[in-house]
Every structure is written in C-alpha cells, then in structure tokens.
Nanobody, 124 residues
Framework: QLQVVESGGGLVQPGGSLRLSCAASEPLDPYAIAWFRQAPGKEREGVSCIVSRDGTTYYADSVRGRFTIFRDNVKDSVYLQMTNLKPEDTGVYYC??????????????????WGQGTQVTVSS
C-alpha cells in the first residue's frame, strides 16, 4: 500500500522560508495529497491540498498567498513551499493521501495514508 514520508522541517526565523517534501512509494496520480499541521494545544488543521491528477490546489485562508503546493511526477513527490513564515505556522506538519482524489481540509479523517510528520518551528 501507499507510503508517504515527510522531510524538510526545521527552525526558521519569522519571515523566512522552508520547503517541505512528501515522498511517495508509488505514483501519486490516483491520489489527492494534503498537508496538515498540529501545534501543541491546538486542533489539527488542514493547510493545503493538491489533486495530483489535474493539479487542482486548495489552501487554508491562513496560508493563502504565502504557501504553494506543487507536485513532481518524476519523483513521486509533493512539496509545500512556505514563505513569509510566522510563529503561528509552528507545528508538526503531516502529509496525507486520499485514494479517491478528495481534498477536504476541514476533515483529516477522509485521508487513507499518513506520513510520520516533520517539525517546523518559526521563532526568533
């Protein structure tokens, strides 16, 4: 079955940038791939999602204009380019796959496969 692995997290100052990677064990065409994040004491929230088959993208209001999600079909990977990072972006970021190509940022439970998470810390 599908496996996804996140990487690219780290410590960055406010206003800085990071690129997160979600590497898959097989081609992602049959899936929608979403990024979720969770900070201590806060609910898990959807960040962004892409339908790999046609490239349709979705963004949470809190990140629209700052984050960009895109795919690389050659590498079977999805990326989240994060710019102008803010302290409130801090959290563990997870990538998740939906086998019916659904993007629903308000409902993490629709996803069938999850990565282990990568920590993003935005602090001065």
């Amino acid at each position: 079955q599908l496996q996804v692995v996140e990487s690219g997290g780290g410590l960055v100052q406010p206003g800085g940038s990071l690129r997160l990677s979600c590497a898959a064990s097989e081609p992602l065409d049959p899936y929608a791939i979403a990024w979720f994040r969770q900070a201590p004491g806060k609910e898990r929230e959807g960040v962004s999602c892409i339908v790999s088959r046609d490239g349709t993208t979705y963004y949470a209001d809190s990140v629209r204009g700052r984050f960009t999600i895109f795919r690389d079909n050659v590498k079977d990977s999805v990326y989240l380019q994060m710019t102008n990072l803010k302290p409130e972006d801090t959290g563990v970021y997870y990538c998740a796959a939906n086998k019916f190509r659904l993007c629903v940022l308000r409902d993490p439970d629709i996803n069938d496969f999850w990565g282990q998470g990568t920590q993003v810390t935005v602090s001065s």
